[in-house]
């Protein structure tokens, strides 16, 4: 029998990675295409059904099954990616069903953190749960809710924005959706930036002063609080206080096993992740204390996007 293989497709706002995978979560080939050089979404889809092509047709001697896409306010009941914020071209984009069309090839998308959770699930830490949350922590605060082991879409497919939660009523204003107080303004390296710089501001003698505005990030701060110095240290306390809090609210929610975390911020571990804990522990219930483990993404970083859009089609069932 030949090898079942898929191609899992990540889309974003600078680059679209690619990558042939089999059912054992092996990356048999990837590559990637710049997003942003494409002017019309008609170019980008193009370029992109050419790639494909040719890799099924290097990878002729295995068995194709499908594709699975994971992308910005990527809908998977409708196909479709629906006013990305990231990327140049705005409306309703329905790509599924486009590249579905055109190559003859069963093609599903969702939004990228719920590919995410579905590629923890079958090539990861999330392995043997059937409840559990995803959260990705970069530039973002993205999420994927799994319960009974199914993905939780809601009634229009945008389930799943725990990072768009309020967790400081009235507070930080978001830079993009204008919200005030959401988990994102907070917890995503964004957020930290503001927060280090709003704090360095108030002290003089930090590390953090050493550095020119736009140098400060998650990365310098976690260098800083390395080098114990003591506003680094609570810009992360700070903001493992604010991810706490969420996840004491999401925990009572839906009742995880466990929260699954990926990202560069989580680099940070224990200056970040200590509080967290802390934090989420001292807002459960009593009933949920002490049952509710926070764990580490076991997938490559590099490959992660990948692999957790490849086992989209898995769990399609397109094989």
């Not at 957020?191 to 998650?218: C, H, V």
């Amino acid at each position: 029998m030949s090898i079942e293989i898929a191609l899992g497709i990540d889309i974003g706002g600078t680059n679209t990675k690619f990558g042939m995978v089999n059912r054992a979560g092996e990356i048999l080939e990837k590559g990637s295409l710049p997003t942003g050089n494409h002017e019309t979404v008609e170019e980008f889809i193009n370029a992109l059904s050419n790639i494909i092509q040719s890799l099924i047709q290097k990878f002729s001697d295995h068995q194709f099954c499908g594709i699975g896409i994971g992308a910005p306010n990527g809908n998977y009941y409708t196909g479709t990616i629906e006013d990305a914020p990231n990327l140049k071209w705005k409306g309703s984009i329905p790509l599924a069903r486009i590249l579905t069309e055109k190559l003859n090839i069963p093609c599903t998308i969702t939004n990228d953190a719920n590919a995410a959770a579905v590629g923890e699930m079958k090539y990861g830490a999330a392995k043997n749960m059937k409840d559990f949350i995803m959260i990705t922590l970069g530039t973002g605060v993205g999420s994927g809710i799994v319960c009974d082991g199914k993905l939780i879409y809601g009634h229009d497919g945008f389930a799943g924005e725990l990072g768009h939660t309020i967790v400081k009523p009235g507070g930080r204003k978001h830079w993009s959706t204008d919200s005030e107080g959401s988990l994102e303004a907070y917890a995503s390296a964004t957020g930290i930036a503001i927060t280090a710089k709003k704090m360095r501001a108030e002290f003089p003698d930090s590390l953090l002063n050493q550095y020119p505005e736009t140098e400060i990030n998650s990365k310098t701060v976690y260098d800083c609080a390395l080098k114990n110095d003591a506003v680094a240290i609570e810009v992360f306390r700070y903001t493992g206080q604010k991810l706490g809090e969420a996840f004491a609210n999401f925990v009572m929610f839906s009742s995880p096993e466990a929260i699954l975390l990926f990202g560069g911020v989580i680099k940070a571990g224990d200056f970040l992740l200590g509080p967290a804990k802390f934090h989420m522990e001292r807002n459960l219930l009593p009933c949920s204390r002490g049952k509710i483990n926070l764990i580490l993404s076991e997938l490559p970083e590099a490959d992660a996007a990948i692999l957790g859009a490849s086992a989209l089609v898995w769990e399609e069932g397109f094989c």
